[in-house]
């Protein structure tokens, strides 16, 4: 039984491993089982160690270790941009009243991008006009994030402009429809800056 002498240390404990990652404790202290982490995302959260989890938990886990890894990939990874040496793509408003989406334009290929990922930035290299353009992302049909980018007179482009999305998964395809604040089929060229995990 464990008690709450500071004289007391680990090796005075016959039934314990001293690793309170993996024993399971009664109410007395004394050890139960040991077991393994928990499995990923398991249901389970009786114990320290299914909140904390293992050291192998990656980015899609729900562990504090898993979140802990997920948000070192975000801060530590390189950035990317896509399309990557080749010209932006081209999305065009539609028509018949202001602020009508066009049609989907492919912006990522699909099992273009191997690896999860998020869109952090929208380059918006050339805009046809000086209006309001509201830019609509797609992982194919499903809406994963939008914004509004004005262009005014004294300005042809804008610099990269911030948006947040949940991550994605490996081998997405990324689509867009853009819409403008004037009845008019107004384009704008964009690239996307994303980091994978």
């Known amino acids: 039984m464990r008690t709450s002498s500071a ?19 009664d109410a007395n202290g004394n050890v139960l089982s040991q077991n393994p982490v928990a499995d990923v995302d398991g249901a389970g959260t009786e114990f320290v160690k299914d909140v904390v989890g293992a050291r192998t938990d990656d980015h899609d886990t729900t562990t504090l270790a898993g979140r802990v ?54 380059n918006a290299e050339q805009m046809s006009a000086n209006v309001t353009y509201e830019l609509v992302l797609y992982n194919v049909s499903t809406e994963i994030a939008r914004m509004r980018i004005t262009r005014d007179a004294t300005q042809l482009k ?40």
Do not use: C, W
Not at 7 to 25: A, C, F, K, R, V
Not at 70 to 81: E, F, I, L, M, S
Not at 87 to 104: C, D, M, R
């Open 7 to 25: 004289e007391e240390s680990n090796e005075n404990l016959p039934n314990e491993s001293g690793d309170i990652m993996t024993d399971n404790y």
């Open 69 to 122: 890894h997920r948000q070192d990939d975000h801060t530590h990874k390189p950035a990317n941009v896509y399309p990557t040496l080749a010209p932006a793509v081209t999305v065009t408003a539609g028509t018949g009243a202001a602020f009508t989406l066009g049609a989907f334009v492919e912006i990522v290929p699909a099992s273009t991008i191997t690896e999860d990922f998020d869109v952090h930035f929208v």
């Open 158 to 197: 804008s610099d990269g402009v911030p948006l947040t999305m949940a991550v994605q998964p490996a081998n997405s395809q990324i689509r867009a429809k853009v819409a403008s604040s004037v009845d008019n089929a107004d384009t704008i060229n964009i690239t996307l800056a994303y980091h994978t995990y």
